[in-house]
C-alpha cells in the first residue's frame, strides 16, 4: 500500500510507492562524457574567457586559484551599481512583471576540468564551502536583495550546460515561494511548540537510522518524506539560519559531508545527475531575527517527476528513504 508522506520543513507531500520501483537503476541519468576540456573557458589558464574575477581563493602554500568567482556571462537577473530595486514594465492585464533585477555568478570548483565533489579533499572542500559563505556574505552585505540561493547542477539532466565542476549563485529581490514556505513553516513550529522543526525532523531520521553521514557538527540523512529516490538532506546539528556565519570547523565539516555525499551517490548509483541546493535563511528574514535551520538538498535526478507532480505539487518516489539511506551507506563506504 502507498502512503502520503509530509515533509515538515518543506511542506512538500510525497506519495511513497516502493511497489511501483522498477530496478532502481532504470531511472537514473548517467552523467554524460566530459567534452574536450580545450576551449572550457572554467579551466585554469582560460581566464581571459570569463568576465573578471570577483573572489579567488587558493590551498595552503599554492599561490594559483583552487576556486574562483566571476559574473554569468549570460546571467538570468542582473543589477546595475546604480540600480536600487527592479522596475515594474508594462505586462497585460492581468499579467504582473517586473525587470530580471539579481545577481547570477558563476563559482568554479577547480582548475581541473575533470574533477568531481567526491573526489575533493577535506580543505578543497572547505575551500569551496568558504567561497559560497563569502559570496551569501558579500550580497547580504550589499542590501538590496531578499535572499541569495547557491545552487549546483551536475550532468544535462540536471540541467547543467557546463560540464567543468562549478556552482552558482542566484541573489535575488525576492524571497522564492519554496523558501518562503519554508520560513512559515520553520515561524509555525517556533510558536506552537518552541521546537526547530528541522533539528526535530533530524532526531527523527536519527532514531529511525537513516543518517548516511554525521561527524557531529554536520550531518547527512535520507528523510522520512524524501520527495525523489536517494534524496539527502545536509544540515548542521547546531541550529542556526545561516551559512554566511558558519564558524571555519563548521565551514570546513560542511564541505566533507558535501564530499560524503557525491560519494555515496556515486558508490550506490555511479556517475549519474544530481543537484545540490543551500536552502539558506533569506537575508529579509535574519534582518528579522526569524527562526530557520540552514540546510543542503542534495538529490539525483530520477526520471519519474512527470504530469502528476507537475499537475499537483505533490511528488512520488519508489524507494523507501529507510532503504535509500541503507543503499546509500553501502555505496559511501564502497568509495
Ligand atoms: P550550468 O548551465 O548549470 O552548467 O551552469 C553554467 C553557467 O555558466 C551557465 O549559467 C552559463 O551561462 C555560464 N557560462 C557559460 N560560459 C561562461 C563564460 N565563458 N563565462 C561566464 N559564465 C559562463
Ligand atoms: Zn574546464
Request: glycine share 8%; charged share 20%; hydrophobic share 40%.
Amino acid at each position: 500500500m502507498s502512503e502520503l508522506r509530509q515533509d515538515p520543513v518543506t511542506g512538500v507531500t510525497t506519495v511513497l510507492e516502493p511497489e511501483r520501483a522498477g530496478r532502481p537503476r532504470d531511472h537514473v541519468h548517467p552523467v554524460e562524457a566530459s567534452k574536450d576540456a580545450t576551449h572550457c573557458p572554467f579551466c585554469a589558464g582560460h581566464e581571459q574567457s570569463t568576465p573578471p574575477s570577483r573572489l579567488e581563493l587558493s590551498l595552503p602554500g599554492e599561490s594559483a586559484w583552487t576556486v574562483r568567482v566571476f559574473e554569468n556571462l549570460y546571467p538570468a537577473l542582473t543589477a546595475g551599481d546604480d540600480q536600487e530595486w527592479p522596475a515594474e514594465i508594462d505586462a497585460p492585464w492581468p499579467y504582473r512583471g517586473t525587470t530580471g533585477f539579481g545577481v547570477h555568478e558563476v563559482i568554479v570548483e577547480s582548475p581541473r576540468h575533470d574533477d568531481t565533489l567526491a573526489v575533493y579533499t577535506r580543505e578543497h572542500a572547505a575551500l569551496l564551502v568558504e567561497a559560497w559563505a563569502s559570496r551569501i556574505r558579500e550580497w547580504r552585505e550589499d542590501g538590496r536583495f531578499a535572499s541569495a540561493l547557491i545552487f549546483r547542477n551536475v550532468g544535462a539532466a540536471a540541467g547543467a550546460s557546463m560540464s567543468h565542476p562549478h556552482s552558482q549563485l542566484i541573489a535575488l529581490s525576492r524571497v522564492p515561494e519554496a523558501l518562503l514556505k519554508e520560513l512559515g513553516n520553520f515561524s509555525q513550529d517556533a510558536t506552537e511548540s518552541g521546537r526547530c522543526v528541522l533539528c526535530g525532523a533530524m532526531s527523527a531520521d536519527d532514531a529511525g537510522e537513516r543518517i548516511i553521514f554525521d561527524d557531529g557538527v554536520t550531518a547527512v540523512h535520507s528523510p522520512w518524506a524524501a520527495p525523489s529516490p536517494y534524496f539527502m538532506r545536509i544540515a548542521p546539528r547546531g541550529c542556526s539560519a545561516t551559512l554566511a556565519d558558519a564558524t571555519a570547523e563548521e565551514r570546513a565539516s560542511l564541505g566533507t559531508a558535501l564530499v560524503a555525499a557525491a560519494r555515496a551517490i556515486k558508490g550506490a548509483l555511479g556517475e549519474v545527475a544530481y543537484n545540490l541546493v543551500v536552502h539558506d535563511a533569506p537575508y529579509s528574514a535574519q534582518h528579522a531575527g526569524l527562526p530557520f535551520h540552514w540546510h543542503v538538498e542534495v538529490f539525483p535526478r530520477m526520471g519519474d517527476q512527470a504530469g502528476f507532480e507537475w499537475g499537483s505539487g505533490i511528488y512520488t518516489n519508489v524507494v523507501d528513504p529507510d532503504v535509500a539511506a541503507s543503499v546509500l551507506r553501502a555505496g559511501l563506504a564502497l568509495e
